[in-house]
Each structure stands twice: as structure tokens, then as C-alpha cells.
């Protein structure tokens, strides 16, 4: 997604040439508010030419006007925006339309609509929507994900740490702000962002479509909502580890505790108890 304000210095479609070349397979356009209409008009039709040159989608946000008029493949909506259905009216079949939801009964509402996909979040903390909520977490995004047919994307905080995890939650892909479009190198960042992609695809259990977030992550997810930060560690609850403060305050120890199953993860026959240590 493009940011309203490109950094200083920084052209936008030099930003969106450089993350269609990174990887990215969609870009959507996110104008000022305040922007002319003619000016978007101007901006978009260019970033779709690029876009269809890279075969990536083109979606323009809000602005169903401005998506007709330059041939894009789709338009997002907010709960604010024009109606789904009123879109779909308008845009008629072969029209991509996505929305943003925040609830099961809202995604259900805009699948009955006639939306193409959701947009779901925002998962994590974000400062770069200024209209955002607070974060919902993964838990939230699988249980709309489990709520409807439609493809679910994942909004808000997401970034190359984080993007495998939500991917492994469910989500059938992730869009991001300030982890791309604000980055110093941006073909760089979307390479490292569809990297994470892949690898939360390979994480995702098999045959547990239903499950909202599966065995850990699901866990970890729950746990982290219901316990206190942490007073003391510098990296608190995650995956597998902990950054604690040593003596002097500063961060010195990395704490990890983790499951192995014999004839899962090893084998008697094979290793010694201090090479499994």
C-alpha cells in the first residue's frame, strides 16, 4: 500500500516500481484525503500501467470514481465508504472488491454483499493508520477468516518479523504501509516481506483449515492477551525466547524454553542428552 505522504525526495512510482520489483504482487493506492480527483486520476492511471507490466493487481482505496476511470483490477472499501453491494452495482462482475472489517458479522455482511476478499486488522499495534483501532490480534484474524469463504488479508503492524506468523494464522496474504512504502530500500523490504510470506505458507498446518490460529501460535496468541507485560524483560512473550536484562541493566541473556519429542525431533539411538542440551 502507498502511503499518502511519500517520504521527502522520494517519488511515488519510483517507490511502486521498486516494490513490484521486490516481489509485491498488488499495490493499492492510498490518496490523500484532500487530493483532486484529478490528480489521483493522473497518479493512478501511471501505477497501473506499472502494474500490469509487472502482472501485479491494482487496487485503488476508497475511491471507486478513480478505479473505473483508470482500468484498475479493484477498489477497497471502508466501513464508511460506499456500500459494497453499491459498488458492485455500479462496477458490475469481474470487478475486484475488497472491504475492511473488524468482526465476523461484518465480513459476513460484506461477503453477502458481493465483496471479493476482507481486509482484516489491524493484527498489530500501528501508527501509520491514523484511523485505526486498536490491534485484534491473530486469533481475530482466523476466526473471520473461519467465518467466511472469502480470501482474508491481514492489516496493521504487519512487517518482515511478524508477516510469517500471520501467514501461518491464515491469512491469504498481508499488505503493509511504512514496512515498504517508507522504507530506505524498498525492493529490498518487499523481498525480505515475501520471503516471510512463503515461510508462514510452509508453517501453516495441513488439513486444519478450521482451526482460527493453530497448536502454538494459537496459544502464544491467547496467553499474550490475558498476562501482564512483562516487568522486566527487554523482548517479552514471542515464540521461543525471551531477552532479559543482566546485571547492570542492559540486555545480556536470551532465555529460551522449547519442547523435543523423542521421535519427533530426535532419537535416542543418534544423540546424547548434552548434544540435545
Do not use: S, W, Y
Given at each position: 500500500?502507498?502511503?499518502?505522504?511519500?517520504?521527502?525526495?522520494?517519488?511515488?512510482?519510483?517507490?511502486?516500481?521498486?516494490?513490484?520489483?521486490?516481489?509485491?504482487?498488488?499495490?493499492?493506492?492510498?490518496?490523500?484525503?484532500?487530493?483532486?480527483?484529478?490528480?489521483?486520476?493522473?497518479?493512478?492511471?501511471?501505477?497501473?500501467?506499472?502494474?500490469?507490466?509487472?502482472?501485479?493487481?491494482?487496487?485503488?482505496?476508497?475511491?471507486?470514481?478513480?478505479?473505473?476511470?483508470?482500468?484498475?483490477?479493484?477498489?477497497?472499501?471502508?466501513?464508511?465508504?460506499?456500500?459494497?453491494?453499491?459498488?458492485?452495482?455500479l462496477a458490475g462482475p469481474g470487478f475486484i472488491i475488497g472491504c475492511s472489517v473488524e468482526n465476523v458479522e461484518q465480513a459476513q455482511a460484506a461477503a453477502t454483499a458481493g465483496a471479493d476478499y476482507l481486509g482484516v486488522g489491524p493484527v498489530y499495534p500501528t501508527a501509520t493508520k491514523a484511523d485505526a483501532g486498536p490491534a485484534t490480534g491473530l486469533y481475530h484474524l482466523g476466526t473471520v477468516k473461519a467465518a467466511t469463504h472469502l480470501p482474508v488479508v491481514g492489516i496493521g503492524g504487519i512487517n518482515q518479523e511478524n508477516a510469517a506468523d500471520v501467514m501461518a494464522a491464515g491469512a491469504d496474504g498481508v499488505a503493509v504501509i511504512s514496512a515498504v512504502s517508507l522504507a530506505q530500500d524498498v525492493e529490498g523490504a518487499a523481498a525480505r516481506l515475501a520471503a516471510a510470506v512463503r515461510e508462514g505458507l510452509a508453517r501453516r498446518p495441513r488439513g486444519d483449515a478450521a482451526t482460527p490460529v493453530a497448536g502454538e501460535f494459537r496459544l502464544i496468541d491467547d496467553l499474550s492477551r490475558i498476562l501482564p507485560p512483562p516487568r522486566t524483560a527487554t523482548v517479552g512473550i514471542g515464540d521461543d525466547a525471551a531477552v532479559l536484562p543482566g546485571p547492570d541493566g542492559r540486555p545480556a541473556y536470551v532465555m529460551a524454553c522449547d519442547l523435543l519429542v523423542e521421535d519427533v525431533h530426535f532419537h535416542y539411538g543418534t544423540g546424547t542428552a548434552a548434544q540435545l542440551g
Open positions: 500500500m502507498t502511503a499518502e505522504e511519500p517520504p521527502p525526495g522520494r517519488d511515488q512510482k519510483e517507490i511502486v516500481r521498486a516494490a513490484l520489483a521486490g516481489g509485491a504482487t498488488a499495490i493499492q493506492l492510498r490518496a490523500k484525503k484532500d487530493e483532486p480527483g484529478r490528480l489521483q486520476v493522473e497518479l493512478a492511471r501511471e501505477l497501473a500501467a506499472l502494474c500490469r507490466e509487472h502482472g501485479a493487481l491494482f487496487i485503488v482505496n476508497d475511491r471507486l470514481d478513480v478505479a473505473l476511470a483508470v482500468g484498475a483490477d479493484g477498489v477497497h472499501l471502508g466501513q464508511d465508504d460506499l456500500p459494497v453491494a453499491e459498488a458492485r452495482r
